[in-house]
């Protein structure tokens, strides 16, 4: 399974059923270091994710989540992996 913008997304998107989610390959900007490839497959990916399975979780349990997910892909070649995970805000139901 190649490691694409497409595929983390869609990952991510069943695992985690984020409210917003934005993955952005940054393997070109790595090019040369340690990680990187020729291989056409990114490794290098910056995430931003918000979901309501986060509340109540450590920053750590989040980010936890997330790489559980993303795990086949970390074992393919994902060499480097930023999270940010974004704040869901708290709905008033009143």
Known sequence: ?????????????????????????ESAAHAGHVGANDSGQGTHFRVRIESALFQGKSRVSRHRLVYDALQE?????????AIEVLETPSRDIS
Not at 73 to 81: E, P, T
């Open 1 to 25: 399974m190649a490691i694409t913008t497409a595929a983390l997304s869609h990952r991510l998107t069943q695992q985690l059923a984020p409210s917003f989610l934005e993955v952005i390959d």
């Open 73 to 81: 892909y970390i074992d393919q070649g994902l060499h480097a992996l």
